[in-house]
């Protein structure tokens, strides 16, 4: 599958050239040419004789990019001078920064702030460690704690390779949340080190957000953090994107007419986003559910089960199926992906049943062609921004913290995932609602306020408040 040109490798070349000559309108016919688009040109400067653009464009890749910068360098008169590239140019020094909330402009401030006025807050927090939460930043902080070895598409690359994601996700809770985050990037992947590592740094945080860590590791340090801490621990990876499938899910159903317990699931992907999506449909109501991996269907009869898939195979796929993933799709209501390119074809597709819903997750090649699928099935949804119905778990991830610090929750529930579900499909109105539009924009205005609402009030009616 041919992606497109994306910002994502987006450029800007500087070129000189005569200022009298006829190569500028030669500039986007180069670009065009060799598949690139333009998507600005400006003139840096100008003189008698000689002229400086800048040239920016959309390529498709880094190997595109430099194709591209070759095309413009061969018209005729024209000097490439320098390239820019605009994502590493907006990483510069990083993305996020600390700012102080408090203004320090004399001396009766700088005491309030600092010392002396300081130590009579520390000592009401000594006396009483839950004051910590109203009189700190714990009130609406969040570490994001990777150890770099699931890192988006691009697997162990370590934890200083993992920072520019981290701090994206720091900027992402601060501009749909007002949540200030944290990267912490852990130079460990010890699961005894990094729960312990959690463990001692949690008290100046209102929460966890465990991000690309590898399965199995990560569900053990889930777990035992869990146990651990009084603030919530969430593994995005997980169960972000199990709330957003749930909530997508929930619409495309609407879609075609039928209701969550009574379709037949057909799962790709038995990993820590398979697995949470798993566990959270069947929360939510889902009976009928085969799990397949590389190695065919999860069923109670295969040998050398670890600990996840042995509960796979205990809760899901109650008929006994051994046979491989296409088998488990022919006759399928739903297909969900979160495994492998190309693991389908529209074959596959067709021997679903009337009223299909397929979401390929995989990225950012999908585990069926998008344009085939749509051939075949009656709602598509993928993890792709160049199609509609896109799973992202910025959908959902700033909105469920900002419901668990304004609670002051000490834990995060399955309870409160079905629910911000629930608020996330509600977003989709009834005249919005169609076979293109299940799951609203990342940009939508009331979208994290109405996932942070439903996540908040389960979490006070736990406590009973």
């Known amino acids: 599958m041919a992606s497109l040109p994306s910002v994502s490798y987006s450029i800007t070349v500087r070129l000189e050239l005569d200022a009298g000559g006829s ?15 333009v998507t600005a040109l400006d003139v840096a400067a100008a003189g008698h004789e000689r002229i400086r653009i800048d040239v920016t464009c959309a390529a498709r890749d880094t190997d595109h990019a430099q194709t591209i910068i070759d095309a413009l ?14 994502t590493f140019l907006m990483h510069l ?3 996020i920064e600390m700012s102080s909330k408090v203004p320090l402009r004399n001396r009766d401030e700088l005491s309030m702030a600092y010392t002396p ?15 910590a939460r109203r009189l700190t930043i714990k009130r609406n902080s969040v570490a994001v704690v990777t150890d770099g070895s699931a890192v988006l598409g691009l697997g162990n690359i370590g934890p200083e390779a993992a920072m520019p994601v981290m701090e994206g996700k720091a900027a992402l809770f601060k501009r749909f949340a007002d949540i200030d985050a944290w990267p912490i990037a852990l130079d460990t992947q010890d699961v005894d080190e990094i729960v312990r590592t959690v463990q001692v ?23 035992r953090l869990r146990k651990l801490l009084d603030v919530p621990v969430f593994h995005d990876d997980q169960h972000g994107t199990a709330i957003v499938v749930l909530a ?24 820590a986003a398979g697995t949470a999506i798993l566990k959270l449909l069947m929360h939510a109501g889902a009976k009928d559910v085969i799990v397949c991996d590389v190695h065919g269907a999860v069923h109670a009869g295969r040998e050398e089960l670890g ?42 597709i067709a021997e679903m049943n009337e009223g299909s819903i397929l979401f390929a997750l995989a990225n950012p090649d999908p585990e069926v062609d998008p344009e085939i699928a749509h051939l075949h099935a009656d709602v598509v949804a993928t993890g792709r921004s160049d199609y509609p119905n896109q799973i992202n778990n910025v959908l959902v991830f700033p909105g469920v913290f900002r419901g668990l610090l304004d609670a002051q929750s000490h834990e995060v529930t399955s309870d ?38 439903a996540v908040r009030e389960v979490a006070q009616r736990g406590r009973g408040v």
């Open 23 to 37: 190569a500028v309108g030669s500039l986007t016919n180069a670009v065009e040419h060799v598949g690139g688009l």
């Open 73 to 86: 360098g061969s018209v005729e008169g024209v000097t490439v001078h320098k390239v820019s590239d605009r």
């Open 93 to 95: 020094g990083g993305k």
């Open 117 to 131: 006025g300081v130590a009579r807050v520390s000592q009401a927090i000594a006396k009483n460690k839950d004051d």
């Open 201 to 223: 740094i949690a008290p100046g945080f209102g929460g966890i957000n465990l991000e690309d860590i590898s399965a199995p590791r990560c569900f053990e340090v889930e777990a």
């Open 248 to 271: 997508a899910l929930r619409n495309a159903l609407r879609v075609v007419g039928k209701e969550l317990g009574a379709v037949r699931i057909a799962m790709s992907g038995a990993g």
């Open 307 to 348: 600990d996840n898939l042995a509960w796979i195979a205990e809760h899901t796929n109650p008929e006994g199926y051994s046979g491989d993933l296409r088998g488990a799709v022919a006759g399928a209501d739903v297909f969900i992906g979160v495994s492998a390119p190309n693991v389908l074809g529209g074959e596959d």
């Open 416 to 453: 409160m995932m079905v629910a911000a579900a629930e608020a996330l499909a509600d977003v989709v109105t009834e005249d919005e609602l169609g076979p293109n539009y299940i799951i609203p924009s990342v940009f939508h205005s009331d979208l994290s306020a109405h996932v942070a609402t």
